[in-house]
C-alpha cells in the first residue's frame, strides 16, 4: 500500500478489503446465495429513460425488431429508440417481393431499407427460401407442370442474386434458408414434406440456396432459420443437417433460433443445449424471431374449434413471462460471445402474430378459421409502454 497515505487512511482501506474477504468468501462459500439473488426477477424502472433495449445491452448482441411497412410509421419513435437492427416480417420474403416471374415488388421493402439506413439501424433479411410465402410460379414448368430442378435452380439463382444484389452493402445478414426440416417428434424423418424436396429428390436446394446467396454476396452474414430448435428431437436433426453443411464446405455462418417460446419452453436446459450444440460447430447464432405467448398449449394438441375464453394479462400469467424473460435473458447475456443478434417478432403486444391463432405458437396446429386469442408476447404493452418483463431483462 501507498506508503504516503495518511496512516487513518490505510487502516480504513485494510478494514474495507477485510470486509469484501470476508463477503466474497461467505458468497463462495454458500453457493445458493448468487444465484438466488440474480434469479429474483428486478422489475424496478431505471431512473434513465432516454436509454433503450440496444444501450442497454450494447455490450452483448444488437437487439431488432419485425417490423412491416405501417409499423416503421407507427411506431417509427420506439423503434428508433429501442433498437439497433430490423428485419422485415413479410415484406421481402419470396412470394411477396417476387409474386410472378417478371415483378417485383420493391416498394414495402424499400420503404424499410430506407428508414433503417437514415436512423443508423442493421437489416437482417427475411427470407431467401421458404415453403410458406413462397413464390409458387418457381416451381411450376412451363407446361402447367411441377418444375424441372433445372429449371428451378435458375429461377432461384435469379432471385437470390436480384434481391441480394439490390440491397448488397446494406444488408448485412440473410435467412437463406426458413424451415427446411421436419417438425414432428420422428426422429426418422429429417426432413420437411414440400414441393421443393419433391422437385430435388432431397436437400440439394438447401446447398444451392447458400452458395447462390455467398456468390451474390460475399459479405453478407448466412443463415439456416428455424423454429422448435431446442426439442431434443427436431435439435438433432438440426445438428445433423448444419454438420453436413460443414461438412460438404457450404458457406454458412449462422443459425437463426426463431425463439417462439412460451412461458414453459424452452426450459433452461433444453435451451443450454441446442445452443451449445451449434457454438460447438464454430457458427454463430441469432435470435431472430423472439417471443413469448402466455398461451402455451401442449406439444401435438389440436387447435381449438372454438373460440377459447381469454383470460387477459392476469398478474398470475404476468409474474410468469417476467420470470421466464429473465431467465432467458440470463441464459443469452452468458452466450453473447456467440450470439451476434436477439430479434423480438413485432413491436408491441397491440399487435402480434400469435394473437389470432387462439393460442399456441410456431408449429401448433392453427383453427381453421382465425381466432383471436391475445397472446402478450412482446416487451411493449398494447400502449407501446414497457412492461415489466422489460425491466426484467434490462436489469441484471
Ligand atoms: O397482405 C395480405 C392481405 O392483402 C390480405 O388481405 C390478408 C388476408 O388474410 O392477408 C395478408 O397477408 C397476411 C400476411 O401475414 C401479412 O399480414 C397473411 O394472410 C398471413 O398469413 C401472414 O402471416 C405471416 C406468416 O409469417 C405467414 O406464414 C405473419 O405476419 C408473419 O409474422 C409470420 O412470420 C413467420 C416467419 O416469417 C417465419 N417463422 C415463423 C413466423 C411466424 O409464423
Known amino acids: ?99 410472378t416471374e417478371n415483378t417485383y415488388n420493391w416498394k414495402n421493402a424499400d420503404d424499410i431499407v430506407a428508414f433503417a439506413e437514415r436512423h443508423k439501424i442493421n437489416i437482417r433479411g427475411h427470407n431467401l427460401l421458404w415453403h410458406q410465402q413462397n413464390a409458387e410460379w418457381m416451381l411450376v414448368g412451363p407446361d402447367g407442370k411441377q418444375a424441372s430442378k433445372e429449371l428451378v435452380l435458375k429461377r432461384l439463382k435469379e432471385h437470390i442474386f436480384t434481391v441480394m444484389n439490390r440491397y448488397k452493402g446494406k444488408i448485412y445478414c440473410w435467412d437463406v434458408v426458413n424451415e427446411a426440416i421436419d417438425d414432428s417428434q420422428d426422429p426418422t424423418v429429417m426432413y420437411r414434406k414440400t414441393k421443393w424436396l419433391e422437385i430435388f429428390n432431397g436437400p440439394e436446394f438447401i446447398d444451392a440456396a447458400f452458395r447462390f446467396a455467398h456468390e451474390a454476396d460475399p459479405k453478407a452474414k448466412l443463415y439456416y432459420n428455424e423454429f422448435n430448435s431446442e426439442r431434443e428431437v427436431k435439435r438433432e436433426k438440426i445438428f445433423k443437417l448444419m454438420k453436413k453443411l460443414k461438412a460438404d464446405g457450404v458457406p454458412i455462418d449462422g443459425v437463426g433460433f426463431q425463439a417462439h417460446w412460451s412461458l414453459d419452453y424452452p426450459t433452461a436446459t433444453q435451451l443450454r443445449t441446442a445452443l451449445d450444440q451449434i457454438v460447438s460447430l464454430g457458427l454463430e447464432v441469432q435470435i431472430t424471431e423472439l417471443d413469448l405467448t402466455i398461451h402455451p398449449r401442449p406439444l401435438g394438441a389440436p387447435a381449438p374449434t372454438t373460440p377459447p375464453v381469454d383470460p387477459g394479462y392476469t398478474p398470475e400469467l404476468e409474474a410468469r413471462q417476467v420470470a421466464k424473460y429473465k431467465e432467458i435473458f440470463d441464459i443469452l447475456r452468458g452466450y453473447k460471445k456467440n450470439i451476434k443478434a436477439v430479434t423480438f417478432w413485432n413491436v408491441t403486444d397491440r399487435g402480434s402474430w400469435l394473437d389470432s391463432r387462439g393460442g399456441g405458437s410456431a408449429g401448433d396446429a392453427k383453427p381453421a378459421t382465425p381466432m383471436i386469442l391475445k397472446a402478450y408476447p412482446l416487451l411493449f404493452d398494447v400502449n407501446g409502454q414497457r412492461k415489466k418483463a422489460y425491466w426484467a431483462v434490462v436489469n441484471k
Open 1 to 99: 500500500m501507498n506508503k504516503y497515505l495518511p496512516k487513518n487512511y490505510r487502516k480504513n482501506i485494510v478494514f474495507i478489503a477485510a470486509v469484501c474477504a470476508i463477503v466474497m468468501c461467505y458468497m463462495q462459500c454458500s453457493p445458493k446465495l448468487s444465484p438466488s439473488i440474480s434469479s429474483v426477477p428486478n422489475t424496478t424502472p431505471q431512473a434513465d429513460l432516454s436509454k433503450g433495449l440496444k444501450d442497454y445491452f450494447k455490450d452483448d448482441f444488437l437487439v431488432g425488431v419485425a417490423v412491416g411497412s405501417r409499423s416503421i410509421r407507427t411506431d417509427s419513435a420506439l423503434i428508433i429508440k429501442e433498437f439497433n437492427s430490423v428485419t422485415a416480417e413479410n415484406d421481402m420474403k419470396v412470394g411477396v417481393i417476387h409474386p
